[in-house]
């Protein structure tokens, strides 16, 4: 995102969430956000699941090679849904056996970086699949391989990138060592607010999330960073987007709750946008910041923060 790199809600809100949050008020976003999101848009994931609804079904998965590293397997694979592309991911395996608990890790948008890709969070994988965890990570393709434009087919590629996310935790729940019980999402950036949706729509099957430098809509870096919009131009973009809004979701994602991990200051993500982000989510959560970090977080107290707070929670 930094370099001159260009960037930027089916509103699937459980019923819960006006008990959980109360109705967020018109100025109250528009003013933290600069976002056209209304208490109007909350819903019921019972009327909104159709926008993300997929055929559902086994997963087939292609093994292309395969390392063994200091009692973990990192398999390199693809993995495919009923009618879906293939997914390239890279899956990490504790060699014992036994039932496991397991994470889906969704990378950051910071190309050309290397890291920007499933390879973000491999060494996290490999640190907790020594703890007897399995990972998950799918390297993510909007917008990573194909830019905004501005119209319908953002928010369909949006809700695309959702289902891809999703066929990931059907991968890991049928599998016969995975326990249901302790399945984690963790994101960062734009895989950070894909992870919020998901553990929203799931919230059956995820336990936990650890979101990093996410913003509260997809709207906001798209517009900006991307389409270079303003005005009215903008306000009808925020209303289209509006149905994918993180905002709208954090109030009953993981059950078991959230670690939200900021870089303090982060040029992309203002205070305003972080504390209405943190305070509309659903307790449990865990916040924490990280002063002088840059937006990557690359940082070995906040790495440290994070694998704790799944250990004790996915281990105990």
């Known amino acids: 995102m930094r370099n001159g790199l260009r960037r930027s809600l089916d ?13 967020l008020s018109t100025s109250a976003q528009s003013s933290s956000l600069g976002s056209s999101a209304s208490a109007g848009a909350v819903m019921s994931l019972d009327q909104d699941t159709g926008l993300f609804g997929y055929e559902r079904g086994p997963v087939a998965v292609e093994e292309l090679s395969v390392e063994h590293r200091d009692g973990v397997v990192v398999r390199d694979i693809t993995y495919t849904g009923p009618g879906a592309t293939p997914v390239r991911a890279y899956l990490v395996e504790p060699e014992t056996g036994g039932r496991h608990a397991a994470i889906l890790f969704l990378h950051w948008f910071e190309p050309p970086n290397p890291k920007s890709s499933r390879l973000e969070f491999l060494d996290n994988a490999v640190t907790l699949a020594q703890h007897g965890v399995v990972g998950l990570l799918p390297d993510l393709t909007f917008p990573w391989n194909a830019d905004p434009v ?19 935790l059907d991968l890991l729940t049928g599998r016969t ?20 949706l998901v553990s ?29 919009l303003s005005g009215e131009d903008t306000v009808r973009y925020e209303k289209l987007l509006e149905p994918t809004d993180p905002i709208h979701f954090v109030c009953c994602g993981a059950r078991g709750g ?16 972080r504390r209405t982000l943190v305070s509309a989510t659903a ?14 977080l690359d940082d070995e107290t906040a790495r440290h923060d994070r694998i704790s707070w799944l250990l004790d929670r996915l281990t105990r």
């Open 11 to 23: 509103a699937a809100v459980v019923a819960t969430c006006v008990l959980l949050v109360g109705n």
């Open 150 to 168: 501005g119209d319908r087919s953002d928010l369909d590629r949006v809700v695309a990138q959702t289902i891809q996310a999703r066929r990931g």
């Open 177 to 196: 060592d995975i326990d249901r019980k302790r399945i984690a999402v963790v994101g960062h950036d734009y895989g950070g607010m894909y992870g919020l």
């Open 200 to 228: 929203a729509l799931d919230r059956s099957r995820v336990t936990y999330t650890v979101a990093i430098n996410v913003d509260a809509t997809f709207s906001n870096w798209f517009a900006h960073f991307w389409l270079g």
């Open 258 to 273: 959230i670690l939200y991990q900021f870089s303090e200051p982060d040029f992309f993500i203002p205070d305003s946008t």
């Open 283 to 296: 307790e449990p959560k865990t916040y924490k910041l990280y002063p002088g970090a840059e937006h990557e």
